[in-house]
């Protein structure tokens, strides 16, 4: 079992900066793939950045460039750093755990947590 818990959502403006970071518990968190999707009103479920075990990341075209994910496996928690944010960016963000990066990318996930707002005003 894993429980996840994200943080740093919040209103920025256009090209600001926001860090998010989600705590997981449990022991076995270096076994999983670790990743973030969004969520805005009205669309589905994006796939934004994994990372494997062994902190190869992948991340999705609309953020390669600008969104950072990173892990600390002795510290139990993954981040997703977010630059230049633009209004489309706006969502729920939330952290999840995956067998694998490749399951991530189709937003399958094992464990979610509860989602963080993002906001971008224009």
């Known amino acids: 079992q894993v429980q996840l818990v994200e943080s740093g959502g919040g209103l920025v403006q256009t090209g600001d900066s926001l860090r998010l970071s989600c705590a997981a518990s449990g022991r076995t968190f270096s076994r999983w793939a670790m990743g973030w999707f969004r969520q805005a009103p009205g669309k589905e479920r994006e796939f934004i950045a994994a990372?494997?075990?062994?902190?190869?990341?992948v991340y999705a075209d609309s953020v390669k460039g600008r969104f950072t994910i990173s892990r600390d496996n002795a510290k139990n928690t993954v981040s997703l750093q977010m630059n230049s944010l633009k209004p489309e960016d706006t969502a729920v963000y939330y952290c999840?755990?995956?067998?694998?990066?490749?399951?991530?990318?189709?937003?399958?996930?094992?464990?979610r947590g509860q989602g963080t707002q993002v906001t971008v005003s224009s």
């Open positions: 999840a755990a995956s067998e694998s990066v490749t399951t991530m990318r189709y937003v399958r996930t094992d464990y």
């Open positions: 990372m494997t075990s062994s902190g190869g990341a």
